[in-house]
């Protein structure tokens, strides 16, 4: 197992007695990942042991005995009885084990390993707590990741320039633009750039940008209006294992009114200060939960009166294969991400408010360093208008 030292040093800081893998046909893609596992036949129950002092051990049926690519020793069960016995015995009296599991299924990132499993444990005496901090161990970027992420927010930031210039273009000319077409656009202009996507941005005009996941459709999307706040969210990476950027950025036809001045001052005042919260706690070297993060920006949109007109998170880790990571989260509102928030990753800080005839929201990406905060994406300051 890679990183084997450091996991086992985190498990004695927390406490534990080890950290027990499993998976069931894929049911737990993050216990693969961590392992290096694919493209092999495993149709059975496995499991791998880390003690927190000791060599790792496997258990395995025992048709697949050498099917699990695995370097240390290897237990087998074939039976149900057999499965408890090899299990108890592979455990050796642990008694506080870490699992892919969240408590009350308050984090569902975590929640990858079925009830049953846990009541399993359960029964043999064992206390199952969440293996969060420990998957994040695997999470980190190397300098050539950050690299790759840094150049992918620099071509985001040029794509965004692009598309507002050609949305003043069209309208100068006095022709409809619709979301369609802008979202169609941005994906031509992320291939001319060489970026890779996992799907289309979200390009949202009036009412629709206060559908944060708005996605517009053929024939069924909107035509901007004069008068319209338009929302560009954006996300892509360069091609390969690297990570992604992610940025939404707020426009509007005309002047502005007062009340979506007011709201884009507010998310804009609450992602500032996320950022200066990152900034000084990792300065001090203090500890920084996720929820933390969220609960800094929603003081501020509550504040401003806006508390209940937010819909979601306040930021994301950034992933690899996908633009949400499995790292901790920006969350203490859909969900409660007590995991820490570590060094060599990237997240979005992402406020937004959402009040029906439109929605407003600020995105920006952040590297989190030993002791300090790396803006890496365009930095909007007010809305641009056209």
Known sequence: MDRLKEV????EKEGLDGWLLYDFRGQNPLALSVLG????????????????VGKPQALVHVIEKDNL???????????????????SGLLGGARRVAMEYSPLGDNPYLSRVDAGTVD??????????????????????????????????RQLGQVKDLVFAYIAEVLAKGKKVREFEIQEYVQ?????????????????????SSLPHY?????????????????????A?????????????VAFWGRPSEEVVRAFTAVLEA?????????????????????EVDAVARRVLEGYGFGSYIQHRTGHSLGVAQVHGDAVHFDGYETRDDRRVIPNLGYTVEPGVYLGDFGVRTEIDVLVHPASVEITSPVQRQIDAL
């Not at 690519?69 to 299990?87: D, H």
């Not at 996605?215 to 996300?235: C, F, N, T």
Request: hydrophobic residues 40%; charged residues 25%; proline residues 7%.
């Open 8 to 11: 086992q040093q985190l498990l």
């Open 120 to 153: 399993l444990l359960r029964s043999l005496g064992v206390e199952v707590v969440s293996s969060g901090n420990l998957l994040q161990l695997f999470a980190a970027w190397s300098s050539e990741q950050m690299a790759a992420h840094r150049e992918a927010a």
């Open 188 to 208: 031509a202009l992320f291939r001319e750039h060489g970026l890779e996507t996992e799907h289309g941005p979200t390009v949202a005009f009036g009412p629709s």
């Open 37 to 52: 596992i694919v493209h092999t036949l495993l149709t059975r129950r496995w499991f791998v042991w880390v003690p927190t």
């Open 271 to 291: 992602r500032d200060r996320c950022v200066d919260f990152l900034a000084e706690g990792l300065a001090e070297g203090r500890e920084i939960r996720g929820w």
């Open 69 to 87: 690519p695995w370097t240390y020793p290897k237990r087998v069960y074939a039976s149900r009885e057999s499965l408890v016995e090899e299990l």
């Open 215 to 235: 996605r517009p459709r053929p024939k069924a999307d909107r035509v901007l209006s004069q008068g319209e706040v338009i929302l560009l969210d954006m996300w």
């Open 237 to 249: 990476k360069l091609p390969g294992p690297n990570p992604y950027a992610d940025i939404t950025w």
